[in-house]
C-alpha cells in the first residue's frame, strides 16, 4: 500500500544509548520530514529534505542526525538518548508540487520512544 | 517559538453546531495547510490554501485566509461527533519548511 512507512513504532531506550529511526515511502517524493509531538506543544521540526542527498535543520535539531541516502528513506539517529527525547516522532514526505497542493504532506503513523 | 499559534486551544460543541479555529502565523507565507489527528493516530490533510487565496471549501469545511492580518480559520459546519479530534494549522515557507502550531483540541458532544 502506498504511503509512509515508520520502523519501529515503539520504543524504549535507556539514557546514552542509540538508535536510528526509519522512514520510508513509496510515492517517490521529493520532500521528507521529521517531526516531534510533545503533549501541548504540537509537533516541531526536527530536520527535512528537500531531496535525495540533502539535510537541513528545523526547530529542533539538537541531539538528533538525519541521512538521506536512498530518495525513499530517511533515516532520523539519536547518538546518545537523553529523557528529554521521550517523545512520539512523526515522519511526512511530500512532493513539493501538484501533489502537495492538492493532498498536502502524507503522514506516517508514528515512533513511540520512551528514554528512560 | 512556534511560527503558528492556535485559539482556542480548546473547543467543546454540541453535535450539529459550527466550529471555528482560528490560527495566526509570523512570517510570509507559500500556503497554509490544516491536519486533523484523531487521538494516538497520524496527521490527516484537509486542506490547503494557497497565499494569493482568500476562501477555500472542501465539504464541510471553510477557510480563510488573511495575509495582511497573517491569520486564518477553520470552519466546519454541522459538526459532528466524528470530528472530534485536534487540529493544526500549519505554514508552508519557500525554504521548504513545513512549520505546525500547537493545536485546537475539538469535542463534539453527541
Known amino acids: 500500500n502506498a504511503g509512509v512507512t515508520q520502523t519501529p513504532k515503539f520504543r524504549v531506550l535507556k539514557t546514552g544509548q542509540s538508535m536510528t529511526l526509519l522512514c520510508a515511502q513509496d510515492m517517490n517524493h521529493e520532500y521528507m520530514y521529521w517531526y516531534r509531538q510533545d503533549p501541548g506543544m504540537g509537533l516541531r521540526l526536527i530536520h527535512y529534505?528537500?531531496?535525495?542527498?540533502?539535510?537541513a535543520k528545523g526547530e529542533v535539531p539538537d541531539g538528533y542526525n538525519v541521512s538521506r541516502l536512498k530518495k525513499q528513506n530517511f533515516l532520523l539517529g539519536l547518538e546518545s538518548a537523553a529523557p528529554s527525547q521521550t517523545s512520539v516522532y512523526f515522519c511526512a514526505s511530500t512532493d513539493g508540487g501538484f501533489t502537495t497542493l492538492s493532498y498536502g504532506y502524507t503522514f506516517g503513523s508514528g515512533t513511540r520512544l520512551t528514554v528512560v | 517559538s512556534q511560527q503558528g499559534e492556535e485559539d482556542p486551544q480548546a473547543l467543546s460543541i454540541q453535535e450539529g453546531e459550527n466550529a471555528t479555529m482560528n490560527c495566526s502565523y509570523k512570517t510570509s507565507i507559500n500556503n497554509l495547510q490544516w491536519y486533523r489527528q484523531n487521538s494516538g493516530r497520524g496527521l490527516v490533510h484537509l486542506i490547503l490554501?494557497?497565499?494569493?487565496?482568500r476562501e477555500k471549501h472542501s465539504g464541510r469545511l471553510r477557510v480563510t485566509l488573511d495575509t495582511s492580518k497573517k491569520s486564518s480559520s477553520l470552519l466546519i459546519t454541522a459538526s459532528r461527533a466524528a470530528d472530534t479530534a485536534s487540529y493544526f494549522c500549519a505554514t508552508y515557507l519557500n525554504t521548504g519548511k513545513l512549520i505546525f502550531g500547537q493545536g485546537t483540541t475539538l469535542q463534539v458532544k453527541p
Open positions: 490554501i494557497r497565499s494569493n487565496e
Open positions: 529534505s528537500v531531496g535525495e542527498g540533502t539535510t
